[in-house]
Nanobody
């Protein structure tokens, strides 16, 4: 069964850091593009970052560029989102999502409509 499970959310002060994890089961990361998305209260879901099936291409939304880093651990079939210098505007439910892709693909996109599988999300609250 294909499944994505996020973890690592919580309450953090402005300027702090969190690392989100997305554990995948039922498929290997070599055959999927993974994206991180977030949805703040009253706002639409937006793409935050993505990593290609090759693992060699990553993308970031302008709002998080330079502060967030996406990576993956193939051995543990897990994708991470390291979030530094967090701001109150980063407060949202964060979701990871996947779409099957050719292996060794060197591209990824951060569009919700392009994803086929979703986790249930993890809440990140940035507040003093």
């Amino acid at each position: 069964q294909l499944q994505l499970v996020e973890s690592g959310g919580g309450l953090v002060q402005p300027g702090g850091s969190l690392r989100l994890s997305c554990a995948a089961s039922g498929f290997t990361l070599d055959y999927v593009t993974i994206g991180w998305f977030r949805q703040a209260p009253g706002k639409e879901r937006e793409g935050v970052s993505c990593i290609s099936s090759s693992g060699g291409t990553t993308k970031y939304a302008d709002s998080v560029k330079g502060r967030f880093t996406i990576s993956r651990d193939n051995a543990n079939n897990t994708v991470f989102l390291q979030m530094n210098s967090l701001k109150p505007d980063d407060t949202a439910v964060y979701y990871c999502a996947a779409v099957f892709s050719p292996p060794r693909l060197h591209m990824c996109v951060m569009t919700s409509s392009g994803m086929d599988y979703w986790g249930k999300g993890t809440l990140v609250t940035v507040s003093s």
